[in-house]
């Protein structure tokens, strides 16, 4: 196991009329014997360093590099022993927040973490409009701004370590289809349309200067592998952090985000379905979500004939906003009252104080928010994330069960990623079909999976093999094309 | 046997929802197939044009690479079928004269040499004054006049054949080891001093780009190494041109050019030596030598009484210059005439109208020159040239024929390179003792030995492994400091 930038500090012996090999040759033999890789590749702006460097410090050097293969990729060369100077960066390229996560490689501790919006944004909130963009020549403003973005998060997280920039000599990057071409610069603009063909599923090593980044410019570039159009590298990264492909039981792993991504699978085999369940999640599961903590209204009643709520929230702080099992609540509540239609609609007729236009939409206020924070509420845009969401996810799952003939209770475990993930209890997810019914203690929340595999890449190269081995091997079904699809999706719509 | 560059013509079928891997994926797959290569590298502007080019024909596309090991390094991706136009350069970066030659890899075929002086000269006649100009800050000055005569003459043999230099694929570049540090941009400059040791002697293939070639951008350059301080990239290229280590007798390899270099050996194990004998012959043999040609002074003599001379050319044009025997017989009549003293001094004090200076040099004038045609003259220089030259050749011949316990008759072959070998023939040669006293068959005259070695393996890439071999296994003498160079070199020194 090693991580995926390596360091070696060498001492090449001062050549002499007997030892008259060239430096850098003597360098190389070096290296040679202190790494596997029987093959070393050199920049040609490396060797013009390592020519200077060798003499400057006669011959006391470090050499970074990741290894390929029977190959090592010479990332960098230093003056002295900085071998325990060895930094990596894991990117999460989501469509809506970018994030990074600073990792210490010789002790494997994070170092910072920072996210932030996706400069993308700017040029359109969802995926298509920027699929759009990107067709009417927008394509290389685009992977500008992403890159500006990355190199943002990569300077937060290296001034907040105190490290420079330069020091970090690997990168891995996991992102959906549309966001690793933008990343390497392609226009992934095609992809809109059937047969939602990429143009690369399987990325070269990079080095950061290629894709200019403020890292070492030769620092080695990871980017996971794509399987189809809706099936990104992200959800091969979410695969490697939860070891469904290690495990000799059948695993399933949820990722809800923009789009609906499910894998079944284990150690011999593995099924993914994703597709888009519509633009409604970009901007998150609902306006007033937030995590299951202090303050996080969790129960929610509302009264048939005044139309009134009653709620209560986690203990600890003034309440505000929901958490998942409140939303779900709330959303139960609204129907039972006859505030919501089956179909997910308000139904305005019903007078009542509690409906507002906010932000110029309709809602039902919940909280009128104390002490100068804003209501809590929900809209029907929120009411229709989750039904969508929730339909999505019971059809994919569903067909994937179906297609090789597992039964549910033989799911060993669930692993959840992705936004509602971390917003919506088991519980709660379980009682909607949100999330299949299975045991509580079958379910792992993964967090940011595609972070974390991300990670899990750089703290052992050997995983990339695994990572490519996936996306080589998984079946992968088109959702939205799957003739099972539709039928599935809208009777799973209503409430 | 594969030539350098392969390229590829393949037809991907267009993607469809059930053949729906990406389209770069798709053409690895064909191009795999096609080769031997398991493996594929693309540079990653390459990928952002292949995701063009593939659309814009529908997936009909030619493929240009060049396998390194068990990958194919792409240089290029054209529409439609390309593959009859596969081009190479052979570059022979002399100290004096860089030369081209321009090899249609599909058929073999010579389309254009070129040759010009070496931008640097205008920086140093000689090797030594330029390392001390690169010394003072001006390395990237010569490495980029460099580059300009190259890029000078690859544009020249392109014109002249009716291709555009983006068509050369691939370039093998044979110079001495200062020459090749120049070209990747090192200073050579410290390989002055002992112990004389290069920065580099393996040079990692390259892409045209690094370099600032004008052919393909990606084109895949090539770089014979280096052994030492004084034995290039050249004599490798000369070895290879020779064949000798395929060879199972024992074969000589004399490069006299601007060095000595020396090369014994066979299929089993080789020996070289090389040195510098001095500056003398940075502007070749003599100032009116000439190829033996019509019009060639071949026969001199001097009246001992007049100091007139009479002489004889190869017949058929005027007069004018001398060839190599014509040279030797000159300095041998020189002598016996009295007009030069044993050390190759001149005898001024002998009058004669013969004595001239010309450009600043005293000479002996042979031909007043015809049909306004310039003089035909010797100066000390030139005589200094051939004793150094001859004392040198006899030094390393004796010390690598010693060292190996090889009797001189043993030896099957002598090939010889650089411009000696050209201008003087083997008769003379041997009478002067500059090439071993051995039967006239066994001599070959390369010409350029390191342009054809250049050419050898642009035609057949797997000579590649046996250059790298040559470098590695190769027992190198160092001439200037070996014992018995200084005693063999003086007691060869006069006439």
Known sequence: MSTLSVKHYVE??????????????????????????PHIE????????????????????????????????????EPGDTSQRNFGMAVDIGTTVVAVELID????????????VNGQ????????????FAGQGGSET?????????????????????ISPSEVMAVTVAGNTSMAHFFLGLNPAVMRFEPYIPSINHIPRLRAKDVSLITAPNATVYVFPSVGGYFGGDLISGAIASGISENEGTSLLLDIGTNVEAILGNKEWMVA?????????????????????PGAIERVTIDPATFEPTYSAIAGETAYGFC???????????????????????????????????NARMSYVLTEGANGQTP???????????????AAMIAATTILINSVGVALKDIEHVYTAGSFGIHIDVDSATTIGLYPKLPKERFVTLGNGSLAGARAVLLNAERISEAEHIADTITYLELNVHPEFMDIFRSASYI
Chains 1, 2 share one sequence.
């Open 12 to 37: 090449i012996p001062v050549g002499s009329l007997d030892n008259n090999k060239a430096d850098i040759d003597r360098l190389n033999h070096a290296i040679t014997e202190a790494t596997s890789a």
């Open 42 to 77: 050199w920049p040609l702006d490396l060797i013009l360093e390592a020519a200077s460097v060798l003499r400057e410090t006669s011959g006391k050097v470090t050499v970074a590099g990741s290894i390929v293969r029977d190959t090592l990729m010479v990332s960098s060369i």
């Open 105 to 116: 490689l010789t002790t494997g501790a994070t170092l910072a973490t920072f996210g932030e």
């Open 121 to 132: 944004a700017e040029y359109g909130e969802d995926l298509l409009t920027r699929l759009h």
């Open 142 to 162: 685009l992977t500008g701004v992403l890159r500006d973005t990355i190199n943002d998060l990569v300077n937060k997280a290296c001034t907040s370590a105190g």
């Open 273 to 293: 379905i994703a597709g888009s369940a519509g633009p409604a999640l970009e901007a998150g599961v609902a306006e007033c979500a937030r995590r299951a903590e």
């Open 324 to 358: 998942g099992s409140g939303l779900i609540d709330l959303v139960a509540q609204l129907y039972l009252s006859g505030l919501l239609d089956s179909t997910g609609r308000f139904v305005l007729e019903k007078e009542t104080a509690r409906w507002r236009e906010i």
């Open 376 to 390: 809590t509420y929900i809209t029907e845009k929120d009411i229709h994330n989750l039904l969508t969401t929730k």
